[in-house]
């Protein structure tokens, strides 16, 4: 049971480039959400996704885009990279009404 | 809007007890999580109060007052691997919505 998994660690990237950050979780969990961690600041929702096909924004969604084809894969897609989107990239699962969510290790991105 | 305010920083010695506060403004109340945070890690849950009162899980415990809008993390006989960064969290209470907020965190220093 890996829990939730998140690839790549870590990601440089060029302002303009899109890239994908990966999220998979094998909990069978319905819930699933992105958040960005920024220094000094607290966690901040981006999407969030209540099972698959169905995903909603969060606090910060502008830049983002997320689908759910499948309930085990959430990935979070950068369209136009910018220096205000370094930050470290968490992704998250739950129950559905668990309020307990698990999070993966993370990816720190930088955009220059 | 909905909002959390933690202290920034909070310091104790080893085998103290320490209290973290949250209060918070939501437009509806599915209640209050913590998390704990270690430098360069992802948060884990902590615990979840859902009705007012005192949870307790080992040095841990939790309390809720959905009168006050409040809620603190008690740390008792604190270990130096308790230094971290502890989160509050609640759901939009918003109808249809799974939106979860954390507060900007509080970094406890446990010292020797």
């Known amino acids: 049971n890996a829990g939730v998994t998140q690839t790549p660690k870590f990601q440089v990237l060029k302002t303009g480039q899109s890239m994908t950050l990966q999220c998979a979780q094998d909990?069978?969990?319905?819930?699933m959400s992105w958040y960005r961690q920024d220094p000094g600041m607290g966690l901040r929702l981006i999407h969030y996704s209540v099972g698959a096909g169905i995903t909603d924004q969060g606090e910060v969604p502008n830049g983002y885009n997320v689908s759910r084809s499948t309930t085990e894969d959430f990935p979070l897609r950068l369209l136009s990279a910018a220096p205000s989107q370094t930050s470290v990239y968490f992704c998250?699962?739950?129950?559905?009404?668990?309020?307990?969510?698990?999070f993966g290790p993370g990816t720190r991105l930088t955009v220059t | 809007g909905q909002s959390l305010e933690q202290p920034s920083e909070v310091t104790a010695v080893e085998g103290a007890i320490v209290q973290i506060n949250c209060t918070y403004q939501?437009?509806?109340?599915?209640?209050l999580s913590w998390y704990q945070q270690h430098d360069g890690g992802a948060p884990t849950f902590l615990s979840y109060n859902g009705l007012d009162g005192l949870e307790e899980t080992g040095r841990f415990s939790s309390f809720l007052s959905r009168s006050d809008s409040y809620g603190y993390l008690l740390l008792q006989e604190l270990q130096m691997k308790d230094s971290a960064s502890y989160f509050c969290?609640?759901?939009?209470?918003?109808?249809?919505?799974?939106?979860?907020?954390f507060g900007t965190g509080t970094r406890l220093k446990v010292l020797a």
């Open positions: 909990m069978n969990h319905e819930y």
């Open positions: 939501t437009s509806g109340f599915y209640g």
């Open positions: 969290a609640v759901r939009d209470g918003t109808s249809g919505t799974y939106k979860y907020i």
């Open positions: 998250a699962s739950s129950d559905y009404l668990n309020y307990e969510q698990y």
